[in-house]
């Protein structure tokens, strides 16, 4: 049977294999045994040849990853795309100083050379994965391919074919032939089938979640597997074989990607009728529902590839982590008795006991979707959650032993107003001595629930981002639905609000890594507890430490709030103390930044300088 090639193209990191290709080739090879299927991840080639830092500072920038490979899909706009790459890269490391035109030259003679060592003639079908980024150069490398095997059938799947987005790709390349819309797995092993003859013919099967020129499917459909724990362990071996070929001074560790879920739990709806989940979402497009892997079948999992490659960081691809049995989870990735360097994606309201058992099990880092630090403007993102659930997590992962946060703010949002604004400037005072998020300026996703609704958000003529001019000729682009969208309505406005957010975010950033900028110099507001008194320190720049004695019941109240409370838990906690007491003790330590306060809730800043060391809190 002739080999099935399965193949990313820049620009993803290039330290870890692809999860999308490691969970296919594992799949296909479970249902036909027989068949060679190889992974290609072209990206890793490119890295190699470009450099790491020159890739990386692309890889992190879509517009920027889109824009080298436009020039070499069509030659004759190279202008038009440089202009754009200029614009796009300025003030970049490594990007900045890069002559575009030998940027072009340099990827192609270094595509050609990755294209050229594959007999691509021997293959059936090459199946290329289109995420975020990836979509210039997946389609330079189909139109390669297909240079030089007229015949394979290339088939494109992944985050950016979701939806209408891949029929018009199938409508406007002619390489392509057919576009998976959901999940791979079923739909690629029956066309493969139906190409070896085992299934009848292609052209003439309908293949559920399968779209091809001569199959068109109901709107939404697409085919998935009903279990997660079916799926094989996924085989990242090409990836690692590849890592083993580089040259002597540019190998490195990789790190190794856990798929666990597929989806998102958190799906609330945005109003009655409409779209479900956060506001500015699309992430789930591919999916229907929610799967999660079982807990053993995870804990098995990350056993066997780390064991199998060697290697002991481990980045959880799921757009979140389950929301069942994450305590469960790390206590048993911890009996693994193993070192692990962990990364995830958790929710802001993920409670401290949970995130200690992240950090004993070696979670290092967590992306916690903040987005906000405004409650009313929480709300408009449909996050679920309050700033004081934000405050929160952010104070708990500046504990000794529990995971860094990283996090973002959303800026721009859509019928953000000046409210959220000041709201969002009193809290980040309240935020300044922990770990700084990034403002990320909103962006309008294909399928997030603001886009099927732009109206109830004040936008007006939603359709492809403007940028994508830049990329793509005009009678191409016409036809293309892709994956950032542009729109009026607004756009002005909010950038002149939010001036002064931006602002803010960069005094804490600067203020933060100050105050860190000597090795273990702890965290910046903490405290020291001495059973019937504790003494809470606050570390300045260019000033000396403050620092505050609580006592007796004071400090009872303080580290009772170590957990946000509210009012009326903490009346009925300390009976004896009189709300006539209470209440001006909570203004008073709120009113010195060292309690914040929503609503009639309260919770304390400071965190333990030696960590967690009995339990969480009194
Ligand atoms: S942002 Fe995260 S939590 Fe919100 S809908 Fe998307 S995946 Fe789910």
Same mark, same amino acid.
């Given at each position: 049977?002739?080999?099935?090639?399965?193949?990313?193209?820049?620009?993803?990191?290039?330290?870890?294999?692809?999860?999308?290709?490691?969970?296919?080739?594992?799949?296909?090879?479970?249902?036909?045994?027989?068949?060679?299927?190889?992974?290609?991840?072209?990206?890793?080639?490119?890295?190699?040849?470009?450099?790491?830092?020159?890739?990386?500072?692309?890889?992190?920038?879509?517009?920027?990853?889109?824009?080298?490979?436009?020039?070499?899909?069509?030659?004759?706009?190279?202008?038009?795309?440089?202009?754009?790459?200029?614009?796009?890269?300025?003030?970049?490391?490594?990007?900045?100083?890069?002559?575009?035109?030998?940027?072009?030259?340099?990827?192609?003679?270094?595509?050609?050379?990755?294209?050229?060592?594959?007999?691509?003639?021997?293959?059936?079908?090459?199946?290329?994965?289109?995420?975020?980024?990836?979509?210039?150069?997946?389609?330079?490398?189909?139109?390669?391919?297909?240079?030089?095997?007229?015949?394979?059938?290339?088939?494109?799947?992944?985050?950016?074919?979701? /939806?209408?987005?891949?029929? @018009? #790709?199938?409508?406007?390349?002619? %390489? !392509? =032939?057919?576009?998976?819309?959901?999940?791979?797995? *079923?739909?690629?092993?029956?066309?493969?089938?139906?190409?070896?003859?085992?299934?009848?013919?292609?052209?003439?099967?309908?293949?559920?979640?399968?779209?091809?020129?001569?199959?068109?499917?109901?709107?939404?459909?697409?085919?998935?597997?009903?279990?997660?724990?079916?799926?094989?362990?996924?085989?990242?071996?090409?990836?690692?074989?590849?890592?083993?070929?580089?040259?002597?001074?540019?190998?490195?560790?990789?790190?190794?990607?856990?798929?666990?879920?597929?989806?998102?739990?958190?799906?609330?709806?945005?109003?009655?009728?409409?779209?479900?989940?956060?506001?500015?979402?699309?992430?789930?497009?591919?999916?229907? /529902?929610?799967?999660?892997? @079982? #807990?053993?079948?995870?804990?098995? %999992? !990350? =056993?066997?590839?780390?064991?199998?490659?060697?290697? *002991?960081?481990?980045?959880?691809?799921?757009?979140?982590?389950?929301?069942?049995?994450?305590?469960?989870?790390?206590?048993?990735?911890?009996?693994?008795?193993?070192?692990?360097?962990?990364?995830?994606?958790?929710?802001?309201?993920?409670?401290?006991?949970?995130?200690?058992?992240?950090?004993?099990?070696?979670?290092?880092?967590?992306?916690?979707?903040?987005?906000?630090?405004?409650?009313?403007?929480?709300?408009?993102?449909?996050?679920?959650?309050?700033?004081?659930?934000?405050?929160?997590?952010?104070?708990?992962?500046?504990?000794?032993?529990?995971?860094?946060?990283?996090?973002?703010?959303?800026?721009?949002?859509?019928?953000?107003?000046?409210?959220?604004?000041?709201?969002?400037?009193?809290?980040?005072?309240?935020?300044?001595?922990?770990?700084?998020?990034?403002?990320?300026?909103?962006?309008?996703?294909?399928?997030?629930?603001?886009?099927?609704?732009?109206?109830?958000?004040?936008?007006?003529?939603?359709?492809?981002?403007?940028?994508?001019?830049?990329?793509?000729?005009?009678?191409?682009?016409?036809?293309?639905?892709?994956?950032?969208?542009?729109?009026?309505?607004?756009?002005?406005?909010?950038?002149?609000?939010?001036?002064?957010?931006?602002?803010?975010?960069?005094?804490?950033?600067?203020?933060?890594?100050?105050?860190?900028?000597?090795?273990?110099?702890?965290?910046?507001?903490?405290?020291?507890?001495?059973?019937?008194?504790?003494?809470?320190?606050?570390?300045?720049?260019?000033?000396?430490?403050?620092?505050?004695?609580?006592?007796?019941?004071?400090?009872?109240?303080?580290?009772?709030?170590?957990?946000?409370?509210?009012?009326?838990?903490?009346?009925?906690?300390?009976?004896?103390?009189?709300?006539?007491?209470?209440?001006?003790?909570?203004?008073?330590?709120?009113?010195?930044?060292?309690?914040?306060?929503?609503?009639?809730?309260?919770?304390?800043?400071?965190?333990?300088?030696?960590?967690?060391?009995?339990?969480?809190?009194?």
């Amino acid at each position: 049977m002739n080999p099935v090639a399965l193949v990313s193209t820049p620009w993803p990191l290039f330290n870890r294999p692809s999860v999308q290709l490691g969970a296919l080739k594992a799949f296909i090879r479970q249902k036909l045994p027989g068949l060679e299927v190889n992974t290609r991840h072209f990206y890793l080639g490119i890295a190699e040849d470009l450099g790491y830092d020159l890739y990386g500072q692309i890889s992190e920038r879509t517009w920027l990853a889109e824009t080298p490979y436009a020039a070499l899909l069509y030659p004759d706009r190279i202008d038009i795309v440089e202009r754009f790459w200029r614009k796009k890269a300025l003030r970049v490391p490594f990007v900045n100083d890069c002559d575009f035109c030998a940027l072009c030259r340099a990827l192609e003679v270094s595509s050609s050379s990755i294209l050229d060592q594959e007999d691509w003639d021997r293959y059936i079908l090459a199946g290329f994965s289109i995420c975020f980024g990836q979509l210039t150069s997946s389609l330079y490398y189909i139109r390669e391919v297909k240079k030089r095997a007229p015949t394979l059938k290339i088939i494109v799947g992944g985050s950016a074919c979701a /939806g209408d987005m891949g029929q @018009s #790709l199938l409508n406007c390349f002619p %390489e !392509i =032939d057919f576009v998976i819309r959901g999940e791979g797995e *079923l739909p690629l092993v029956h066309l493969i089938k139906s190409l070896t003859g085992t299934q009848g013919d292609s052209r003439m099967v309908s293949i559920p979640g399968l779209v091809s020129r001569h199959n068109v499917l109901p709107d939404q459909e697409i085919s998935q597997i009903s279990n997660l724990d079916e799926l094989p362990v996924p085989e990242y071996d090409d990836y690692f074989n590849q890592v083993r070929s580089l040259r002597t001074n540019k190998t490195f560790l990789p790190k190794i990607p856990m798929e666990i879920s597929r989806g998102c739990w958190w799906r609330k709806s945005v109003n009655p009728e409409g779209a479900s989940g956060c506001a500015f979402c699309n992430l789930n497009l591919q999916w229907h /529902g929610y799967r999660a892997k @079982s #807990l053993n079948r995870t804990i098995s %999992e !990350i =056993d066997s590839l780390t064991k199998k490659h060697k290697i *002991l960081s481990v980045s959880f691809m799921d757009n979140l982590l389950p929301s069942k049995g994450q305590k469960e989870l790390f206590e048993g990735i911890k009996k693994l008795k193993n070192d692990f360097r962990l990364f995830a994606e958790i929710r802001a309201t993920t409670p401290v006991e949970t995130l200690a058992s992240m950090g004993a099990a070696g979670m290092h880092e967590v992306q916690v979707g903040i987005e906000s630090l405004s409650t009313s403007l929480l709300k408009k993102l449909n996050k679920g959650t309050s700033v004081m659930d934000n405050m929160e997590i952010m104070k708990n992962c500046e504990t000794p032993g529990l995971p860094d946060l990283t996090g973002n703010m959303i800026l721009n949002f859509p019928l953000s107003d000046n409210d959220d604004i000041a709201d969002t400037i009193w809290n980040l005072e309240f935020a300044r001595p922990f770990r700084p998020i990034k403002g990320v300026p909103f962006w309008l996703g294909y399928g997030s629930p603001v886009w099927q609704m732009p109206h109830a958000y004040g936008l007006k003529r939603v359709g492809n981002h403007p940028y994508y001019s830049h990329l793509f000729p005009p009678e191409v682009l016409r036809n293309l639905s892709l994956i950032i969208q542009g729109y009026q309505g607004g756009v002005r406005h909010q950038n002149r609000i939010w001036k002064p957010v931006k602002k803010k975010l960069q005094e804490w950033k600067t203020s933060y890594y100050r105050l860190h900028d000597t090795p273990g110099s702890g965290p910046i507001l903490s405290y020291q507890d001495g059973r019937d008194f504790m003494i809470i320190r606050h570390r300045r720049n260019k000033s000396n430490d403050m620092t505050h004695r609580l006592k007796d019941t004071s400090r009872k109240i303080y580290l009772f709030c170590q957990t946000q409370r509210s009012i009326a838990e903490i009346l009925a906690r300390f009976p004896g103390f009189g709300e006539d007491k209470v209440r001006p003790f909570l203004q008073m330590m709120v009113d010195k930044r060292l309690i914040f306060s929503e609503g009639d809730r309260y919770l304390s800043l400071a965190v333990p300088i030696s960590g967690l060391l009995d339990g969480i809190t009194e």
